[in-house]
């Protein structure tokens, strides 16, 4: 753990996204006890620019509510969707890319037939569609983010356990009277972990923009507050009062950009042919 972290802390833009994801969960963390009060409550008067009166340092938005209130609690929500959608697919994608890659075969064929249907629709019009189908609530769209992206998921694992499945380590658990799930499980898995830990931290930033997206087009949860659903509520007045889209705006693009720093720093923490470059 001490070598990674060594190799880790040498790229400095995985440290700098490190600190702002910090901040960020730090924010998610504090809002119920900075701002106890719903966020969809009105606090003053509509249009309150930022700065200009004391208490509301973002101001207001069109129906007179706390712009900062609701920037810290859309934080828990963009985070919990980022997190919970990335840990089902893993869930998903994992075992289907595992039984594909350690058998082949037919099975192989039927996985990844069954895997490449996902694909050839795309992901953002499948997640409209099932959030139509179903209802706009934070758990619906967690499990469309999360049926929208195990497909990568699954193709990975299939190639790295591929890549792993005729090494020495494997045909001396099958020769010592292994079963097949548990030399998957206790061998295979764990030597193909780097990539998919690299492959989940961009998944989270990837969910954030979807929920993002889908909120913004009106089929996020009406009941919580998100940064999607703040840029969206204020699009019809962008000119008059730009601020209310670019704070969230802002918010977004320093999560998802500190996401993709980090998942760079863990590719050359745990890679090993850059590993091997590097020393």
């Known amino acids: 753990m001490k070598e990674f972290w060594s190799r880790f802390s040498r790229n400095r833009g995985a440290v700098i996204g490190v600190v702002i994801l910090a901040v960020v969960i730090a924010c998610a963390i504090a809002a119920p006890i900075l701002f106890p009060q719903s966020p969809w409550s009105m606090v003053q008067r509509p249009f309150l620019p930022p700065f200009e009166m004391e ?8 129906v007179g509510r706390d712009v900062l209130s609701g920037l810290l609690h859309g934080a828990r929500v963009s985070l919990l969707v980022g ?4 840990a089902v697919a893993l869930v998903i994608g994992i075992p289907i890319g595992a039984l594909a890659g350690y ?13 490449e249907f996902f694909q050839t629709i795309p992901s953002f019009a499948l997640a409209i569609v099932l959030l139509a189908i179903f209802q ?3 758990a619906y769209v967690i499990l469309a983010i999360a049926i929208v992206s195990w497909p990568p998921v699954a193709r990975l694992v299939r190639g790295e356990v591929l890549s792993l ?7 001396a658990a099958t020769l010592s009277g292994q079963g097949d799930l548990r030399i998957i499980a206790r061998q295979v898995l764990p030597n193909a972990l780097p ?45 008059t009062a730009w601020w209310l889209s670019f704070i969230p705006g802002i918010a977004i693009l ?9 998942g760079e720093g863990l590719n050359d923490a745990l890679n090993p042919r850059l590993r091997v470059r590097t020393t």
């Open 195 to 239: 990539p998919i830990i690299v492959l989940a931290s961009l998944m989270v930033a990837t969910a954030i923009l979807l929920e993002s997206a889908l909120s913004f087009l009106g089929l996020g949860d009406p009941n919580v507050m998100s940064w999607g659903y703040m840029i969206g509520a204020a699009r019809t007045v962008l000119r």
């Open 55 to 62: 208490g509301l340092p973002l101001g207001t938005d069109a």
């Open 83 to 86: 997190l919970v959608s990335t």
């Open 136 to 138: 706009p609530t934070l």
């Open 254 to 262: 320093l999560t998802v950009l500190a996401l993709n720093l980090i």
């Open 165 to 171: 499945r005729n090494r020495e380590f494997v045909e």
């Open 103 to 115: 058998y082949g075969g037919l099975v192989d064929d039927a996985l990844m037939r069954f895997t």
